[in-house]
């Protein structure tokens, strides 16, 4: 009968062949993945998945929130923090209350 310690050595080293397996195996699954991809014009985005990145940019953050103000030219604003549009700062000088372009 095998010792507990020649039993451990037998399973790591099984452990490390079956790794190597799974890594030559991955490949091969990834490169026919690619491949119909491509031949499909398929995208991560059909997938449902995110291309490189999971962080919104700036502009998908604002478009993303709804517009608390019109403009007179229909223009909109969220309200939110950092600079104010130049349509607000052109009303805001002229001495015009943005309450009053509330949507």
Known sequence: ???YSELMNQAQALMAQAEQVRKQ???SVIADIKTK????GITVA???G???TTRKSPKAKAEAREAKYRGPNGETWAGGLGRKP???RALLA???NIEDFRI
């Open 94 to 96: 002229a001495g015009k």
């Open 50 to 52: 995110a291309a490189t």
């Open 1 to 3: 009968m095998a010792s």
């Open 37 to 40: 991809m491509k031949e499909y």
């Open 86 to 88: 130049e349509w607000v």
């Open 46 to 48: 059909d997938l449902g």
């Open 25 to 27: 195996e991955l490949a």
